[in-house]
């Protein structure tokens, strides 16, 4: 089955790049932006809305205008030859707002977390919660934010030749 960067055009593409810069755009906007119909644009969604490719279309918030004042940057050792609960460490974080984002990755830490709080008060009863319900978790290093000096959501879409 052809992955989904092999199913899109350059039409797809182009929407897009457009899209998620502003997901509330109208399509006769996104349409005469691409060169296409307003319908064609709308169908093209819709499918890539099918297909997985748009994963989701949501407001980005201001974390200081909510109440969650602090970013930080957390890296998670864990337990050698513990690999194989790792998926009982993803089904822990996907129940925790908190924890934004979570990388496995290379180096001295297993994985990299993004999170969000409103204190290091709560900061630290999170920490406490995620030791004690994921004990493969051997050390935690954290780093806080100072200042997002960017914070960029949108994924680079590169045009490949192919339709527009």
């Given at each position: 089955?052809?992955?989904?960067?092999?199913?899109?055009?350059?039409?797809d593409r182009k929407i897009l790049d457009i899209v998620q810069r502003d997901c509330q755009l109208k399509a006769e906007a996104v349409a005469a932006q691409v060169g296409l119909s307003a319908s064609a644009v709308l169908r093209r969604l819709r499918r890539l809305r099918e297909q997985g490719v748009i994963r989701a279309e949501v407001a980005v918030l201001d974390r200081q205008s909510v109440g969650n004042s602090l970013t930080l940057l957390v890296g998670l050792e864990i337990e050698r030859d513990n690999y194989p609960s790792l998926a009982g460490f993803r089904a822990w974080v996907e129940?925790?707002?908190?924890?934004?984002?979570?990388y496995?990755?290379?180096?001295?830490?297993?994985?990299?977390?993004?999170?969000?709080?409103?204190?290091?008060?709560?900061?630290?009863?999170?920490?406490?919660r995620l030791m004690a319900d994921n004990p493969v978790i051997?050390?935690?290093?954290?780093h806080v934010v100072i200042d997002a000096m960017k914070l960029g959501l949108q994924v680079p879409v590169e045009?490949?030749?192919?339709g527009a």
């Open positions: 089955m052809p992955t989904p960067a092999k199913l899109i055009d350059d039409f129940k925790v707002d908190a924890i934004q984002q979570v496995y990755v290379t180096g001295q830490m297993d994985l990299m977390l993004i999170v969000t709080a409103r204190s290091m008060a709560d900061y630290d009863a999170l920490c406490a051997r050390r935690m290093n954290t045009m490949n030749g192919s």
